[in-house]
């Protein structure tokens, strides 16, 4: 937990940095010559021409054959690793087939939500690698479900103010910090699942008695799903009607907030009002599922049971839950930031307070699969992206988040490394730094070059 605190100061402090410099040039360029710059004016037509909708056809060539490799790719590892994979959509949407930035991240909710939508089914009929409890962690995702969906309304306020360098400078940062974290974690699981299996061979090696039977038989399978219960029984195990219908409450609450909030004028004062009630609706939810938590935490040091009621071994002190709530909440701001489904902080973070890698993808699949349905649906009553290229992504990315969890299952299976799932969730992110760090590095040259304003905007004059 510690290393994880450090992650999270270096990351605030470098995110402080950066507003802080976005801070100094948008005052350096308030006070350049008129002719040396454009006016707020001219940076607003600009904003508009940039965000023009762009729609091509859905047509078969080689945009479409590529777009459909790298989305079925993307899925297939993006919600193995828990991530989504919307760093790696938009690029391709906007570069290889040439839709608009809006539009692109957009149809990168749509792929988002048919992968961890596909990926759910698939780990709903898998039984707990090592317990007798579901797969998904219902008690993780009810904590981080609200602040994830308040976070992405943050973020998506935050990208109208925000210019774009800042924007591609914190991505880069938080990208390279949590890719390299999860990359060293996935490195010291593979040593130690070395270790394991070298010690099941020599089990497997044990001498024989005069009747060629074995006088050691033990064999030990770590995170490997079991098959000897029936489907019906795991999906009995795994499904939790009331957990999913608290869960559902909250994504129509917010979904509703949205919608009207979507329809009223621009920094109203309705329009405010409903932007404060999401807090409400966040917090309660929140707060229950944490003091919960916390109490139940307590009772069992109080009986001195060490078992911990879910998959994370953080203690839950109040500590660690305002700490929990505010990445949470920073994943819901890089996932309106971005377009994606906030998997880039839930998922590291899942595996950072303990939990297994298995449990990990699962719980943060679920838990995007909710949140990316939300802004779907909100895109779709608002008319921002083309239905039949939208559906045919979707497609793409069904059928690549089932086969994704399949295969890398056999694979954990076959090998005994789930380290594997960490290695793809690390270099997910990191292709992603890559891609979004490079188109937004020379887009923000091209600002420069045009003497463009470089600070922040005013909310409701962008809108």
Same mark, same amino acid.
């Given at each position: 937990?510690?290393?994880?605190?450090?992650?999270?100061?270096?990351?605030?402090?470098?995110?402080?940095?950066? #507003?802080?410099?976005?801070?100094?040039?948008?005052?350096?360029?308030?006070?350049?010559?008129?002719?040396?710059?454009?006016? /707020?004016?001219?940076?607003?037509?600009?904003?508009?021409?940039?965000?023009?909708?762009?729609?091509?056809?859905?047509?078969?060539?080689?945009?479409?054959?590529?777009?459909?490799?790298?989305?079925?790719?993307?899925?297939?590892?993006?919600? #193995?690793?828990?991530?989504?994979?919307?760093?790696?959509? #938009?690029?391709?949407?906007?570069?290889?087939?040439?839709?608009?930035?809006?539009?692109?991240?957009?149809?990168?909710?749509?792929?988002?939500?048919?992968?961890?939508?596909?990926?759910?089914?698939?780990?709903?009929?898998?039984? !707990?690698?090592?317990?007798?409890?579901?797969?998904?962690?219902?008690?993780?995702?009810?904590?981080?479900?609200?602040?994830?969906?308040?976070?992405?309304?943050?973020?998506?306020?935050?990208?109208?103010?925000?210019?774009?360098?800042?924007?591609?400078?914190?991505?880069?940062?938080?990208?390279?910090?949590?890719?390299?974290?999860?990359?060293?974690?996935?490195?010291?699981?593979?040593?130690?699942?070395?270790?394991?299996?070298?010690?099941?061979?020599?089990?497997?090696?044990?001498?024989?008695?005069?009747?060629?039977?074995?006088?050691?038989?033990?064999?030990?399978?770590?995170?490997?799903?079991?098959?000897?219960?029936?489907?019906?029984?795991?999906?009995?195990?795994?499904?939790?009607?009331?957990?999913?219908?608290?869960?559902?409450?909250?994504?129509?609450?917010?979904?509703?907030?949205?919608?009207?909030? /979507?329809?009223?004028? &621009? @920094?109203?004062?309705?329009?405010?009002?409903?932007?404060? =009630?999401?807090?409400?609706?966040?917090?309660?939810?929140?707060? !229950?599922?944490?003091?919960?938590?916390?109490?139940?935490?307590?009772?069992?040091? @109080?009986?001195? /049971?060490?078992?911990?009621? @879910?998959?994370a071994t953080i203690q839950w002190t109040a500590a660690h839950i305002a700490f929990c709530s505010l990445c949470g909440i920073l994943g819901g701001c890089v996932g309106g930031l971005l377009g994606s489904g906030g998997g880039f902080i839930l998922g590291p973070l899942l595996l950072e307070i303990g939990v297994i890698p298995q449990v990990a993808?699962?719980?943060?699949?679920?838990?995007?699969?909710?949140?990316?349905?939300?802004? $779907?649906?909100?895109?779709?009553?608002?008319?921002?992206?083309?239905?039949?290229?939208?559906?045919?992504?979707?497609?793409?990315?069904? =059928?690549?988040?089932?086969?994704?969890?399949?295969?890398?299952?056999?694979?954990?299976?076959?090998?005994?490394?789930?380290?594997?799932? &960490?290695?793809?969730?690390?270099?997910?992110?990191?292709?992603?730094?890559?891609?979004?760090? $490079?188109?937004?590095?020379?887009?923000?040259?091209?600002?420069?070059?045009?003497?463009?304003?470089?600070?922040?905007? /005013?909310? @409701?004059?962008?809108?």
């Amino acid at each position: 937990m510690a290393s994880t605190k450090g992650l999270v100061l270096f990351l605030v402090s470098f995110f402080s940095l950066a #507003v802080l410099a976005a801070q100094l040039l948008g005052q350096y360029t308030l006070h350049e010559p008129s002719g040396a710059r454009v006016s /707020n004016s001219g940076l607003l037509l600009a904003r508009l021409s940039d965000v023009e909708k762009v729609w091509p056809e859905l047509e078969f060539g080689w945009r479409l054959a590529v777009a459909t490799v790298i989305g079925f790719l993307g899925s297939a590892c993006g919600t #193995v690793g828990g991530v989504g994979g919307g760093g790696i959509f #938009v690029p391709m949407l906007t570069l290889i087939v040439g839709f608009d930035t809006k539009s692109a991240a957009a149809i990168s909710k749509c792929m988002i939500m048919g992968a961890s939508a596909s990926s759910v089914w698939y780990n709903l009929r898998v039984p !707990h690698p090592t317990k007798e409890v579901p797969i998904i962690d219902y008690d993780l995702a009810l904590l981080f479900q609200p602040m994830l969906m308040l976070g992405i309304t943050v973020g998506v306020a935050l990208s109208v103010v925000f210019p774009y360098w800042l924007i591609t400078v914190l991505i880069i940062i938080l990208f390279m910090g949590t890719s390299s974290r999860s990359f060293c974690k996935a490195l010291d699981m593979w040593k130690e699942e070395s270790i394991l299996n070298k010690e099941l061979a020599k089990q497997q090696e044990a001498p024989v008695n005069s009747r060629g039977e074995l006088l050691i038989d033990t064999p030990y399978e770590p995170l490997i799903p079991k098959e000897e219960k029936s489907l019906q029984q795991v999906l009995g195990m795994n499904i939790r009607w009331k957990r999913l219908l608290i869960l559902f409450i909250v994504w129509a609450a917010f979904l509703l907030l949205q919608l009207i909030k /979507n329809y009223s004028a &621009v @920094c109203s004062v309705w329009y405010w009002v409903l932007f404060c =009630l999401q807090f409400p609706v966040a917090m309660v939810v929140f707060g !229950h599922e944490a003091v919960k938590l916390y109490k139940e935490h307590k009772k069992r040091i @109080c009986t001195g /049971n060490t078992e911990s009621i @879910c998959e994370a071994t953080i203690q839950w002190t109040a500590a660690h839950i305002a700490f929990c709530s505010l990445c949470g909440i920073l994943g819901g701001c890089v996932g309106g930031l971005l377009g994606s489904g906030g998997g880039f902080i839930l998922g590291p973070l899942l595996l950072e307070i303990g939990v297994i890698p298995q449990v990990a993808s699962a719980t943060a699949t679920f838990v995007m699969m909710y949140s990316s349905s939300l802004s $779907v649906v909100e895109f779709y009553l608002l008319k921002r992206f083309p239905i039949p290229f939208a559906l045919y992504m979707t497609l793409v990315s069904v =059928l690549a988040g089932f086969w994704g969890q399949f295969l890398v299952r056999k694979l954990v299976t076959i090998l005994k490394r789930a380290s594997l799932i &960490v290695f793809i969730l690390s270099g997910v992110i990191f292709a992603s730094a890559v891609t979004m760090g $490079v188109i937004g590095i020379e887009k923000s040259i091209t600002m420069i070059e045009n003497h463009e304003f470089m600070g922040f905007l /005013n909310f @409701c004059s962008s809108q």
